[in-house]
């Protein structure tokens, strides 16, 4: 049986750290809805790291608008991981440090 729950890990470059990325994600995740999951930077590369669970059709959605970014935000890269998942491993959208 295929699982019907999805987790995508986002690995984003560019100009992400200090243009309101993270909080842009959080506002995403909160507008399509029933995203759980977390946001944080990676100050080795200065990235952004993003893990998020849901059905597959709101991550989607959620992806798209990340790969979009903030007004001030510059985007290079977007390395996305698909995993069906059995349960959930968060209770809501966060942003972590």
Known sequence: MLSSIFRVALKVSGRV?????????LEAAESVGGITGFVRNEYS??????????????????????KEGPALSHISDVSIDWRPIERRQYESFTITD
């Open 45 to 66: 590369d200065r990235g952004v790291e993003i893990y998020a669970e849901g059905s597959k059709a709101d991550l989607e959605r959620f992806v798209s608008s990340v």
């Open 17 to 25: 750290q200090g243009v309101g990325f993270r909080y842009f994600t």
